[in-house]
């Protein structure tokens, strides 16, 4: 394809670039892709070792087979510059996707050829057709027994209409892929052994960059990146003009777009330190970075997503991008139970206010508060999955804390109303399932948007229902559906407070000592519980050690010792047939506990515990409350 005029703009000893986003919803199998992407375009020499979806470089990442941060990356093909942003799918990110769009020229759209477009599909989908950029769809997973590759076709295809797609974007090439197996074709009669196909596509159906090198540089921050050694980060396309290491340059805070007048307040100037463009897996620094090629720029402490880089001579505001508001908070408090700085390195309230502080420099959703208290700071983001990583990397760099039970932010509306965020929440189960689905699902204030029968005896059933609605319900999801459910949740909106909701059906049993789990006592617990330790396990009072099987909670001894009636000794214990206890993991636990109970988070465990500790000060609170209660 020729983009003539522009290229003669190019010097000549410059590639053709293009700029493309992968989006998709969670798992749809994005950085697979890239992977096989990098492996074919010869990213890495011929006997070098690489790890299996390579991009997903951090610890967490690569535990949780996720993608957390969107990474930039790019290969040559055929002499053009492919400029590649793995995002990542799951929908607490959606605004960063959103953010990423902007430095971008088209789309790679993956879906799974099963599961078809999920909520986060259509979010991605939706901002990405309205900014005018232009989709390649993948049809990817063609491998999966499961597969329908035809029947996901045809729903992408309304789903474009849906949104209201332009006559070009309808014309995106469709192709059929295996992230797994590296291949793209366009006939599902006619197999392919490689991405080519892909890659030409690229090439021919995503614009290459028209910006000018010879205007005055202008580039817009759309994410941002963190060093050590250089500080502040900010990566974008060049749209205009080109950029060399130790220009001057203006930094403009977000605004009007347009041109900026020279004493308008905080414009800043200043030197640019390094510059770099993106080459396979590396960040290689360069000397200078023409219009429409994407750039990591240094040398301002003050860099933040939105602001517009421009010459000094012409400072011309780009559109910024919002960044999208937090939806929920908890409370990260220090450590006050009877462990605490047993297993942190870092404990202290000033450490811990630090670290939160420092988690703005990068986590631009995120917010941090001060409160009343200098030991409890109020943390707002986008959803469970986001504070959870926060708190998971922390407690990974040694940090040792307490959570409180995840609060929806409320809105006012314009006749002074309470609002609430409302989430759109998506359950696939075999039609077995549904009633026990649709029973629990009402008292959460859950309104059925859409069901479906995609076949094989399985059902798609969408729901609208308060945020507030889904806490604890994925593991009574899980319970309900024997494990083979598939739920997905993000947010949709903000709607009229609900109204009250019940809290979790089933009471815990809580330590009433502190104490050594013993084998003895979980085997009579377990009959009415499931249990949330193990024996050896160290317990105290007030901390929950499982979850019973009815109502209300129970005050239990786990350390209770068979008694030595006879010449037989504790060695019988081994044999009892112990359930393996409930794994509690982060974001479990955040949806788990009550607002009278914390999570106490520490580099080696994960205790859920009561507030107040001991049995007869929570029993006093309880009369207190209940006096309340029938008060009023
Ligand atoms: N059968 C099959 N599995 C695939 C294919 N591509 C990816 N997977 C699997 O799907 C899972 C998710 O793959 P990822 O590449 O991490 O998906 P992703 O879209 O990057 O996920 P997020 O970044 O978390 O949104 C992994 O277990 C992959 O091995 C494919 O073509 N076929
Ligand atoms: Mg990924």
Partial sequence: ??????????????????????????????????????????????????????????????????????????????????????????????????????????????????????????????KALALGLQPIVAINKIDRQDAEPLRVHDEVLSLFIDLEATEAQLNAPFLYTSSRAGTATFDLEKPETNLEL???????????????????????????????????????RV??????????????????????????????????????????????????????????????????????????????????????EPTISVDFIVNNSPFAGREGKYVTSRQLRDRLFKELERNVALRVEETDSPDTHTVAGRGELHLGILMETMRREGYEFQVSRPRVILKEGPDGESLEPYEELTIDVAEAYMGVVMEKLGPRRSEMLEMRNPGMGMVRLTFKIPARGLFGYRSEFMTDSRGTGIMHHRFLDYGQWAGPLAGRK?????????????????????????????????????????????????????????????????????????????????????????EDELIEVTPQNIRLRKRVLQANERKKAQRAANRVADAS
Avoid: C
Wanted: charged share 25%; hydrophobic share 40%; proline share 5%.
């Fill in 198 to 236: 892909l890659f030409q596509s690229i090439v021919d159906t995503v614009p290459a960059p028209t910006g000018d090198p010879e205007l005055p540089f202008q580039m817009l921050i759309s994410t941002l990146d963190f060093s050590n050694f250089l500080g502040r980060i900010a990566i974008g």
């Fill in 239 to 324: 749209e205009q003009g080109r950029i060399a290491a130790g220009d001057q340059v203006a930094l403009l805070p977000m605004g009007v777009p347009g041109l900026v007048s020279p004493d308008e307040q905080g414009v800043e100037r200043g030197r640019v330190t390094k510059l770099y463009t993106f080459d396979g897996l590396h960040r290689v620094e360069v000397a200078s970075v023409d219009a429409g090629d994407i750039v990591a720029l240094s040398g301002f402490e003050t860099i933040e997503i939105g602001k517009t880089f421009t010459s000094p001579d012409a400072p011309y505001r780009l559109e910024g991008i919002a960044v999208e």
């Fill in 506 to 594: 089933r009471g815990v049993m809580i330590a009433d000592r502190e104490a050594p789990v013993v084998a003895f006592a979980l085997g009579n617990l377990q009959e009415r519980a499931q249990m949330f330790v193990a024996p050896g396990e160290q317990v105290y009072e007030g901390m929950i050690v499982g979850e019973s099987a009815r109502p209300g909670d129970m005050d239990v001894n786990v350390g209770k010792e068979k008694k030595l009636t006879n010449m037989r000794t504790t060695a019988s214990d081994d044999h009892i047939l112990l359930e393996p206890p409930r794994e509690i993991t982060l974001e479990y636990a955040l949806e788990y506990i009550e």
């Fill in 1 to 126: 394809m020729a983009h003539g005029s522009w290229l003669t703009k190019r010097r000549s000893d410059q590639l053709d670039i293009r700029n493309i986003a992968i989006i998709a919803h969670v798992d749809h199998g994005k950085t697979t892709l890239v992977d096989k992407m990098l492996r074919q375009a010869g990213a890495f020499r011929a006997n070098q070792h690489v790890e299996e979806r390579v991009m997903d470089s951090n610890p967490l990442e690569r535990e949780r087979g996720i993608t957390i941060l969107a990474k930039n990356t790019s290969v040559v093909w055929h002499g053009v510059k492919i400029n590649i942003v793995d995002t990542p799918g799951h929908a607490d990110f959606g605004g960063e996707v959103e953010r990423i769009l902007r430095m971008v020229d088209g789309v790679l759209i993956l879906v799974d050829a099963a599961e078809g477009p999920m909520p986060q599909t259509r979010f991605v989908t939706r």
